[in-house]
Every structure is written in C-alpha cells, then in structure tokens.
Antibody, heavy 122, light 108 residues
C-alpha cells in the first residue's frame, strides 16, 4: 500500500521560503503515469491547487502562485518537493502532496498524505 | 482560469435521504477531467468520482456523478452516517487546475 508523508518546518518566517518534501513508501513513483501534486487548505477553508508535475516532467502551477512556486521530483529517492518563496501569513495552511494516478490522462485513483500544517509567523 | 461554483454551500439532510450537489463551471470542461472528492474533518480528501461519472475504487454505488459541459452533479442516493462530509468538484482539463469551494453535507 502506497503511503505518503509530508515533512518540513511547521513554522516559517514571513518573506522566507517554505520547503516541504513528500516521501513515498510502499511503492515506486518511477513507473506508471502520475501527477505529483501539491494542494493546500487554510484552516476552515477549501482546497487550493498549488501545482503539479506529470510523469513526462511537465509542470504546471497555479497562476496566482506561479512566480513563487517550484515543484520538483527525485524518483531515485521516491520523493517530490515544494518550494514556495516570499511567504506571508496568507500561506498558512495544511499542505497535502497527493499522487494522482492517471490512465489515458484521466485521474482514476489517488494517494494522499495526512497533510502537514505550515504556519507563517515571525 | 476555470471557476467552479458549487451549490448549495450547505445541505442539511437526514440519513436515508437523497443528496444532490451541483458544480457549475465558468466555461466548458471535458467530462473526462471532472472529479469529485470527499473530505471528512481532520482527514485528507479522497477521490470519489472521476471522468464525471465513474466511481473510484472502493466507492459505494450510492454515489453517482453526471453532467457535461458546464453543469455537473454528484448524487448520493441514500445518505449513510459516514457520508456527512464536505464534497469538492475539481477540473483538470486546463493547465490550471481548480476546485469548487465545497458543499458541506450535514446532518439535519
């Protein structure tokens, strides 16, 4: 059973860079067709898509965050990462790293970590 | 960016009742790229419906999805206690994915 675990600092100072890593266990992320994604959720609010990398290596980011976001994947370590620069309090949220399995380009299944709370505060 | 608007914001129903949730897109979305997720308090979301109408693995058949173009619907035929949760629609047909704001199904 594939499991995902987000890790990284739970507290980040304003203007600094938020860095999170998602480690995949119980399976390899180097085969198959996947979207490695980052999604966040401020407390009591809805889901916000941050960005994703497809198996092909193509990346797409939320236009509202694009200038500050980098998502990368290291298949040798079964990990993918998120960097979000110049953070403000508005970036405080639970961050999730779902892997979405595709078939013919359609998401047919998913795996999610439990999420990690990142607070931006001095 | 495609905006997804879900209605109603909150649905108050009793167990055994039918729930009908709506998701309207600001422009046409390919049905292939419309999904529904369920999120319970303190948990990560999970995929319920993909391709607008196909149930994900392990999802009970009381959940069904329908629709095309700009109007999509998630129906729960008979609510079970474990179905009270927040439901989100998502589109990923464009390069920028978006979620609806969610519909909370609560116990009446």
């Amino acid at each position: 059973q594939v499991q995902l675990q987000e890790s990284g600092p739970g507290l980040v100072k304003p203007s600094q860079t938020l860095s999170l890593t998602c480690t995949v266990s119980g399976g390899s992320i180097s085969s198959g067709s996947y979207y490695w994604s980052w999604i966040r959720q401020p407390a009591g609010k809805g889901l916000e898509w941050i960005g994703r990398i497809y198996t092909s290596g193509s990346t797409n980011y939320n236009p509202s965050l694009k200038s500050r976001v980098t998502i990368s994947v290291d298949t040798s370590k079964n990990q993918f990462s998120l960097k979000l620069s110049s953070v403000t309090a508005a970036d405080t949220a639970v961050y999730y790293c779902p892997i979405m399995i595709t078939f013919g380009g359609v998401i047919v299944s998913d795996y999610w970590g439990q999420g990690t709370l990142v607070t931006v505060s001095s | 960016e495609i905006v997804l608007t879900q209605s109603p914001g909150t649905l108050s129903l009793s167990p055994g009742e039918r729930a009908t949730l709506s998701c309207r897109a600001s422009q046409s979305v390919s049905s292939s790229y419309l999904a529904w997720y369920q999120q319970k308090p303190g948990q990560a979301p999970r995929l319920l419906i993909y391709g607008a109408s196909s149930r994900a693995t392990g999802i009970p058949d009381r959940f069904s999805g329908s629709g095309s173009g700009t109007d999509f619907t998630l129906t729960i035929s008979r609510l079970e206690p474990e179905d009270f949760a927040v439901y989100y629609c998502q589109q990923y047909g464009s390069s920028s994915w978006t979620f609806g704001q969610g519909t909370k199904v609560e116990i009446k």
